[in-house]
T-cell receptor, first 117, second 113 residues
C-alpha cells in the first residue's frame, strides 16, 4: 500500500526554539495533507488541512503563526512549531489523501513525539 | 457537529476469545464511519469503513463492524483474538470523505496468551 513517511519520529527541544516536522508521500501524489495533534489519553485533533501551493486551512483555536504549514509539492508538507513551549509537547501526526479509482483514500504517517523542555 | 465515543480505553481479551470494541457516534447528517488500527511506532492503518449500503462491513485481519443507526453505534468485532491483534484502535466519523474526520480517544487492546 501507499506509504507516508513522517520525520523525525521523536524530537526533544528547548523552550523557545523552532521544530520542523516533515511529511512525505513516498509513492503517490497527495491531493490533500492533514496535520493532527494528539495529547495523552485524548483523541487525534485536526489542526489544519493543506493543499499543494495554497495556504493551509486551520481549525478553530489553532494558531497559524505558531504552527506554520508549508505544502511545497504534491509529495511534501512540513509543519514548523515556532517558539515551542512545554504546552506544545504532544504527538503530531500527518496524513495524506489521494483520489483512487473508486474513492478517496487516506494514509497516515507514523507520527512525531515532540517534547519541549 | 460530530463526535465519537469509544467505551473503554483498555480492553483485555484472551487469545481465541471474542474481541468487541465499542464505538458510538453523533452526527447531524448520515456519517461515514471508520476504524483504524495503530501498531507501536507505526501510522494509523484503515481496518474498515462504512459509507453507504450494507451495514455490516468486513475489513482486514478478520475484523468487521456493523453500522446501527438506531443505536448510533459502530462496534468493532473479531470472533477470535490473535496475539498480533494487540494494538490501539481508533473509531472515527466524518460527514463524508476524509475532510473533517473526528477521531475517538482510542482503545488499547491487550491479548493475553
Amino acid at each position: 500500500g501507499a506509504v507516508v513517511s513522517q520525520h523525525p519520529s521523536r524530537v526533544i527541544c528547548k523552550s523557545g526554539t523552532s521544530v520542523k516536522i516533515e511529511c512525505r508521500s513516498l509513492d503517490f501524489q497527495a491531493t490533500t495533507m492533514f496535520w493532527y495533534r494528539q495529547f495523552p489519553k485524548q483523541s487525534l485533533m485536526l489542526m489544519a488541512t493543506s493543499n499543494e501551493g495554497s495556504k493551509a486551512t486551520y481549525e478553530q483555536g489553532v494558531e497559524k503563526d505558531k504552527f506554520l504549514i508549508n505544502h511545497a509539492s504534491l509529495t511534501l508538507s512540513t509543519l514548523t512549531v515556532t517558539s515551542a513551549h512545554p504546552e506544545d509537547s504532544s504527538f503530531y501526526i500527518c496524513s495524506a489523501s489521494v483520489l483512487g479509482d473508486r474513492d478517496e483514500k487516506l494514509f497516515f504517517g507514523s507520527g512525531t513525539q515532540l517534547s519541549v523542555l | 457537529a460530530q463526535s465519537v465515543t469509544q467505551l473503554g480505553s483498555h480492553v483485555s481479551v484472551s487469545e481465541g476469545a471474542l474481541v468487541l470494541l465499542r464505538c458510538n457516534y453523533s452526527s447531524s447528517v448520515p456519517p461515514y464511519l471508520f476504524w483504524y488500527v495503530q501498531y507501536p511506532n507505526q501510522g494509523l492503518q484503515l481496518l474498515l469503513k462504512y459509507t453507504t449500503g450494507a451495514t455490516l462491513v468486513k475489513g482486514i485481519n478478520g475484523f468487521e463492524a456493523e453500522f446501527k443507526k438506531s443505536e448510533t453505534s459502530f462496534h468493532l468485532t473479531k470472533p477470535s483474538a490473535h496475539m498480533s491483534d494487540a494494538a490501539e484502535y481508533f473509531c472515527a466519523v466524518s460527514f463524508g470523505g476524509y475532510q473533517k474526520v473526528t477521531f475517538g480517544t482510542g482503545t488499547k487492546l491487550q491479548v493475553i496468551p
